[in-house]
């Protein structure tokens, strides 16, 4: 297998054969090779983006999500827009210039007016020099037009799971969820422009390593040009709360998503992935360990503080007193780990770029 893992050329069975794998041994050769081969095509860089969750408000009822349209407990917000922009001015004053703005999934006029402005003004501020990343969902092509044309660049739109089966046993299956329009609209994305991405739960009930693998494949034939993955945690106000009982362990988890973010290195080496939260709130310096298995992006939530508590599509969501002095703390120990932060560059897809 450690031949497999050198040159990066997998089958599905290979795929299922590493992520079976219990030797920490092997497990820590991939990680080695997929650190070396993220420095060899991309450096040993870490891209930094500030995270806004502009809105909680979704009109969708996963049945993972504690932001689900069905959960009647949570306090719905969108971010007054001065409010945004003046976080937005702060965050560019203290170096950032990527901005990842994250919502519940909206369609309704205001929401998308409200993008469209925030995407400008963002620009503005920054000297029209901004990475802007969105994540707001499925919306109609024109829709996502529009805000390109307004400074949006990149989307990510995670399918969650590439198995349709799946897929429905995590989504209601209606008009609202469906699996091919999630297709369709990461097909609109590329066609527009954007630097696409999208993304996996790992650990979900009723999956396995088959799944997983396939997952992996998708990926790569989809050819997009940045991934955010991470382990599936469990929110209490959810239908899927109830199979609790089935999940993996936390810790396999967390080692499957290691697995994943190398594998995906090896497989395709140039495209940006990112270390996620998730990681964080199963183990301290787990976005550390993520980016020591091949990724390169971190986000750091710069949301106003008084909506962050809302904003829980899990349980546990670290939430922290000041956020720039958090990123800055975690840049610090990063940078300490012999990797080069970077704030203040668009760290674009290299994938996308050579296209």
Known sequence: MADKINEGNFTADDLISVLGNNESALDEYLFQKASEVRDRHIGKKVFIR???EVSNQCTKNCYYCGLRAGNHQVKRYTVDFHEIIETIRKAYEHGFINFVVQSGEREDREFIEYITKLCLEIQCITGFKAGITLSCGEQKAEVYKNW??????????????????????????????????????????????????????????????????NDLMFIR???????????????????????????WPLE????????????LRLMMKDINIAST???E??????????????CNVLMFNLTPLRY???????????????????????????TQSGFECLTDVRGDSLHFLQK
């Open 281 to 294: 709130t199963i183990s301290d310096g787990g976005r550390l360990a993520g980016i020591q298995s091949g």
């Open 308 to 334: 962050t508590s809302d904003y829980r599509i899990y349980d546990n969501k670290p939430v922290f007193d000041d956020p720039f002095k958090t990123a800055d703390s975690f840049i610090h120990q990063i």
């Open 148 to 213: 390109f044309e307004a400074g949006a660049n990149r989307y990510l739109l995670r399918i969650e799971t590439s198995d349709e089966a799946l897929y429905y046993q995590i989504h209601p299956k209606n008009k609202r969820h469906s699996f091919q329009a999630r297709i369709e609209a990461l097909e609109n994305l590329r066609n527009i422009g954007y630097q696409t991405g999208t993304g996996i739960m790992i650990g979900l009930p009723g999956q396995n390593f088959h799944h997983l693998a």
């Open 50 to 52: 500030g995270l806004l």
């Open 277 to 279: 939260t998730a990681m």
């Open 252 to 263: 396999m988890r967390f080692r499957l998503t290691l697995k994943m973010y190398s594998l």
């Open 221 to 247: 034939m989809l050819d997009v040009d940045m991934v955010g993955m991470g382990p599936y945690l469990e929110h209490q106000q959810t239908p899927l709360f109830e199979r609790k009982n089935e999940l």
